[in-house]
Nanobody
Framework: QLQLVESGGDLVQPGESLRLSCTTSGGVTVDDYAVAWFRQAPGKEREGVACIGSAGGSIYYSGSVKGRFTISKDNAKNTAYLQMNNLKPEDTAIYYC?????????????????WGQGTQVTVSS
């Protein structure tokens, strides 16, 4: 049973950066599974923003964050990251990490079996 804990959410101004962390536990390493970051703003559906396959392969980004966000894993720390640069007010949402035993990365929520509790990111001047 995987457990995921997100951290790093904060209130920032437009143009600033944040790095979200997703620390995993459950007796396996982070390279053993695919990880994705999703976000959900009030009144909107959950949106996949970035995903990375097991062992670091198959990275995908949504069009709204491509070029600004970077997903990565640190196997030694059993942690996945989402580096977010040039943040915009429309990036405001609760951000969730999710994990799947599949080798392939996907931006579809139904592909993931394990979810964290979420961390709030607010971008406002």
């Amino acid at each position: 049973q995987l457990q995921l804990v997100e951290s790093g959410g904060d209130l920032v101004q437009p143009g600033e950066s944040l790095r979200l962390s997703c620390t995993t536990s459950g007796g396996v390493t982070v390279d053993d599974y695919a990880v994705a970051w999703f976000r959900q703003a009030p009144g909107k559906e959950r949106e996949g923003v970035a995903c990375i396959g097991s062992a670091g392969g198959s990275i995908y980004y949504s069009g709204s964050v491509k070029g600004r966000f970077t997903i990565s894993k640190d196997n030694a720390k059993n942690t996945a990251y989402l580096q977010m640069n040039n943040l915009k007010p429309e990036d405001t949402a609760i951000y969730y990490c999710a994990a799947s035993w599949s080798d392939l990365a996907s931006l579809a929520p139904r592909a993931y079996d394990y979810w964290g509790q979420g961390t709030q990111v607010t971008v406002s001047s």
